[in-house]
């Protein structure tokens, strides 16, 4: 209820005018019910909590690169020391360096990331000394091995050079002469004359490579020849090395003679 302000008369709160005089009424201001929950002290409470939230999460964000740093520096050094996989510390060392300056560098978690950028470059020193070990050690194996190799090889080749002669001695005798160099008018005739007996009671054909060695134990040059259908019981006497280079033929003549290879049709 509310009273008109001019003739005192008492009327309903929802009128707009004095139903006696006329009056225009006064309207009565809404009251305002403010909710505790909005109240400018909440909001002071509230603030430092909000702050203290959002610092702990940025804190948080910036000390990654320091906590990655440590994590990629112990997993570094735990892998240097495994051959061969070790390879990946390589890496992984470099990563933690490269996280672990840029951490300090922004003054972000400064124990994580000194002690993270430490393990990392012990990790990368220790890494790189094994895999140049490891891989020295593999190389020198490997050199062995191709020697052994190279051994058996020489020994096979020795063997079957000794099962060929054995097998051409039976039926062939090549007996090798002295090497000689006929001086004539115009140009020396160097030669090597090899008289070839067929031991056996058939016709046969021969191959035969002989080659000159040095004082020094080095090949100064070979030749061959091919003896066709030399008969039974008979013999020949075959010239080798008829030419020779001129920058050698005086080593020609202190050279020895060895017999290469005799193949027999």
Do not use: H
């Not at 409470?45 to 959002?54: A, L, M």
């Not at 895999?131 to 050199?143: D, H, N, S």
């Not at 002669?165 to 006929?182: D, Y």
């Amino acid at each position: 209820m509310k009273q008109c302000k001019v003739c005192q008369t008492v009327v309903e709160d929802e009128a707009r005018f004095c139903p006696k005089c006329g009056a225009m009424l006064e309207q009565a201001e809404p009251k305002t019910v403010i909710s505790p929950a909005s109240t400018s002290w909440n909001e002071v409470k509230q603030e430092p909590s909000v702050e203290k939230e959002t610092a702990a999460v940025t804190e948080q964000k910036k000390s990654g690169l320091a906590t990655a740093a440590l994590v990629l520096g112990i997993v570094g050094i735990s892998l240097s020391f495994i051959p061969f996989i070790g390879v990946a510390s390589l890496v992984l060392g470099v990563l933690g360096i490269v996280f672990g300056i840029i951490a300090l560098r922004r003054n972000l978690s400064l124990p994580k990331s000194i002690v993270g950028l430490s393990l990392a470059s012990i990790g990368l020193v220790i890494a790189l000394l094994i895999q140049i070990i490891f891989f020295a050690a593999l190389g020198v194996a490997l050199r062995e091995l191709e020697l052994e190799e190279f051994s058996q090889s020489q020994t096979n080749s020795w063997k079957s050079s000794q099962s060929q002669t054995n097998s051409w001695e039976s039926k062939l005798s090549i007996e090798i002469g002295e090497f000689e160099v006929i001086d004539n008018q115009y140009l020396d005739e160097p030669k090597l004359t090899v008289t070839v007996r067929n031991k056996t009671d058939e016709r046969i054909s021969v191959y035969i490579e002989i080659e000159a060695i040095d004082k020094n134990g080095y090949r100064l040059e070979d030749d061959w020849r091919y003896i066709k259908d030399l008969g039974a019981g008979n013999s020949e006497r075959v010239d080798f090395f008829t030419y020779v280079d001129e920058d050698i033929l005086d080593d020609m003549k202190n050279a020895t003679f060895e017999i290469v290879e005799v193949e027999i049709d």
